[in-house]
């Protein structure tokens, strides 16, 4: 008896982290697709940071993060966005942050 | 000692020992999940940054002239694109051009191969990702045949 009010209460943590945590994982590889995403829009040769900026927004709430920030850095070399936000947790006030990286290069005009 | 008295004692050693194996039972479950996390999370991102380099490589790959100069373009671009994400490839990542036909329309295939090291201190090994991405030809361009 001892020994299961010791581990019912630990085995029900271990199945709330590892579904809390498999929701995470796929807010995480939502937040990074749409980065990568939005980094291939904005390396476009003539395409503006704007309109990439918008689809990863877009497409990171469509995914259920919340609070959503972006940023889009077009350099010579290479493109690069950042996202994050936060991730709806299982239980009210369990929000966990996300946040993507993408770099791709930038596109160039050669004749 | 009373009879009785001993039989509680040894209900109760019986008791905290059998604790003490459930806690060694479950410790290392809990750890075991937390790393098991840990592996297919960094699996699963370094398998994203290889189908993004790969569709970077398959747009860069169709914006070339010749099969030639695009298959060079496509491994330059794999390879800035993820070394710029701090992804390594054991020797490097390997790329593969195919393309229906070399002319404007036509589609361009590039493969992206890539062993990504494991995590050495649990024994987990590495393993190969790959990722193919496709793009339609430039339209707008002349050709060498």
Not at chain 2, 14 to 28: M, N, Y
Not at chain 2, 37 to 46: K, P, T
Not at chain 2, 66 to 86: I, K, R, V, Y
Not at chain 2, 95 to 110: D, K, Y
Request: include cysteine.
């Amino acid at each position: 008896m001892a020994t299961a009010i010791v581990l019912f209460p630990i085995f029900a943590v271990v199945v709330f982290m590892f579904v809390q945590g498999a929701f995470w994982q796929l807010d995480v590889q939502a937040a990074r697709a749409a980065a990568d995403k939005a980094s291939e829009a904005a390396a476009m040769y003539g395409h503006s940071s704007g309109e990439a900026e918008a689809l990863a927004r877009q497409q990171m709430a469509s995914a259920g993060i919340e609070g959503i920030s972006v940023s889009v850095s077009k350099g010579d070399e290479f493109t690069v966005v950042d996202g994050s936000g936060t991730a709806p947790g299982l239980l009210p006030g369990m929000s966990i942050s996300v946040s993507a990286h993408s770099v791709t290069p930038t596109e160039t005009f050669d004749q | 000692m009373n009879s009785s008295l001993l039989l509680r004692r040894t209900r109760a050693d019986e008791r905290g020992g059998s604790d003490v194996a459930a806690l060694v039972v479950v410790v290392p479950l809990i750890l075991g999940v937390v790393l098991m996390f840990m592996y297919f999370g960094r699996q699963g991102s370094a398998a994203q940054g290889v189908t993004h380099a790969a569709a970077v490589a398959a747009r860069a790959a169709s914006m070339e002239r010749s099969s030639g100069a695009a298959q060079s373009a496509a491994s330059a671009a794999a390879n800035s694109t993820l070394s710029a994400a701090g992804q390594s490839c054991a020797g490097g990542p390997s790329v593969s051009v195919g393309a229906t036909g070399w002319e404007p329309g036509g589609v361009v295939t590039v493969t992206v191969t890539c062993v990504a090291g494991g995590i050495a201190d649990i024994g987990a090994s590495s393993r190969t990702l790959s990722g193919t991405a496709r793009a339609t030809i430039d339209y707008f361009r002349g050709y060498d045949q």
